[in-house]
Antibody
Framework: EVQLVEFGGALVQPGGSQRLSCAASGFTFSSYWMSWVRQAPGKGLEWMANIKGDGSEEFYVDSVKGRFTVSRDNPYNRLYLQMNSLRAEDTAVYYC??????????????WGRGTLVTVSS | EIVLTQSPGTLSLSPGERATLSCRASQSLTRSHLAWYQQKPGQAPRLLIYGVSSRATGIPDRFSGSGSGTDFTLTISRLEPEDFAVYYCHHSVSSPFTFGPGTKVDI
């Protein structure tokens, strides 16, 4: 089955760190750009980061640059998000998403169910 | 940074009615870099439309996308009960790849 499953969400103290994982199955993981998208409680979607299939390129939203790092382990079909210096405003459900292309356009065609990170003391 | 605004914030309609959702970009989106997603409570988003007007696999033809430049529209021709949800537009022109704030379609 083609799917993405996130895990690693937790209650974290402000200033702390957490690593999220996303397990991919049912497709050739290394062929796809992947992404992290988050959603604060009751709010809209916020794109966080993209990473190329071979891990050679990454993009981040400014609010997490220098604090969050996206990485991947292709032999294990895993995507990661290392989150450091966490703030209350990072509290959200974090989704991993697969990126597909149509010509020069790309879009998120497969989503996981998300994992909740709560930053609070 | 490209900012997407969506209107209206909430659209109150009944099953069988037509829904027209708007997404406006702060600058022109080149090469059709716009997609639409549907999200129901407690669920992950689902891709509806990509490249402005291409329906994703399995999406019914009552969903259609149109537009160009800075103005884009998602139309649901006849609302079904399962269509009541929040709809987001998203651009893929350049980083940051932002989403619009969403339009809630409710009864």
């Amino acid at each position: 089955e083609v799917q993405l499953v996130e895990f690693g969400g937790a209650l974290v103290q402000p200033g702390g760190s957490q690593r999220l994982s996303c397990a991919a199955s049912g497709f050739t993981f290394s062929s796809y750009w992947m992404s992290w998208v988050r959603q604060a409680p009751g709010k809209g979607l916020e794109w966080m980061a993209n990473i190329k299939g071979d891990g050679s390129e990454e993009f981040y939203v400014d609010s997490v640059k220098g604090r969050f790092t996206v990485s991947r382990d292709n032999p294990y079909n895993r995507l990661y998000l290392q989150m450091n210096s966490l703030r209350a405003e990072d509290t959200a459900v974090y989704y991993c998403a697969r990126i597909s292309w149509s010509g020069a356009n790309w879009y998120f065609d497969l989503w996981g169910r998300g994992t909740l990170v709560t930053v609070s003391s | 940074e490209i900012v997407l605004t969506q209107s209206p914030g909430t659209l109150s309609l009944s099953p069988g009615e037509r829904a027209t959702l708007s997404c406006r970009a702060s600058q022109s989106l080149t090469r059709s870099h716009l997609a639409w997603y549907q999200q129901k409570p407690g669920q992950a988003p689902r891709l509806l439309i990509y490249g402005v007007s291409s329906r994703a696999t399995g999406i019914p033809d009552r969903f259609s996308g149109s537009g160009s430049g800075t103005d884009f529209t998602l139309t649901i021709s006849r609302l079904e009960p399962e269509d009541f949800a929040v709809y987001y537009c998203h651009h893929s022109v350049s980083s940051p790849f932002t989403f619009g704030p969403g339009t809630k379609v409710d009864i």
